[in-house]
Nanobody, 116 residues
Framework: QVQVVESGGGLVQAGGSLRVSCAASGRILSINNIGWYRQPPGKQREWVAT???????DYADSAKGRFAISRDNAKNTVILQMNSLKPEDTAVYYC??????????WGQGTQVTVFS
């Protein structure tokens, strides 16, 4: 059993910053890619950012220049630092974890609300 738990969501004014974190635990020996998706209200889930085990980060166009993803391989954690937030960043943010065997695990999501 693998647990993926997000934390750090909340309410922030436009232009502000917020950090969301994710920790994976349980029966997972090693993590390949880890990252974030989000689901805005009334819309489909969309990819935000991914970071590889080696530290290579990729971002959706909407996140480039404003978000930064980082990970700690020893702790199986990932952080998404979000700056210059916009109301359109409002969404439930979901962490995903890819095991080396190809399995993908998801967290329960954390709400981020940006008000203008």
């Amino acid at each position: 059993q693998v647990q993926v738990v997000e934390s750090g969501g909340g309410l922030v004014q436009a232009g502000g910053s917020l950090r969301v974190s994710c920790a994976a635990s349980g029966r997972i020996l090693s993590i390949n890619n880890i990252g974030w998706y989000r689901q805005p209200p009334g819309k489909q889930r969309e990819w935000v950012a991914t970071i590889s085990r080696g530290g290579t980060a990729d971002y959706a166009d909407s996140a480039k220049g404003r978000f930064a993803i980082s990970r700690d391989n020893a702790k199986n954690t990932v952080i998404l630092q979000m700056n210059s937030l916009k109301p359109e960043d409002t969404a439930v943010y979901y962490c995903f974890v890819e095991g080396l065997g190809g399995q993908t695990y998801w967290g329960q999501g954390t709400q981020v609300t940006v008000f203008s």
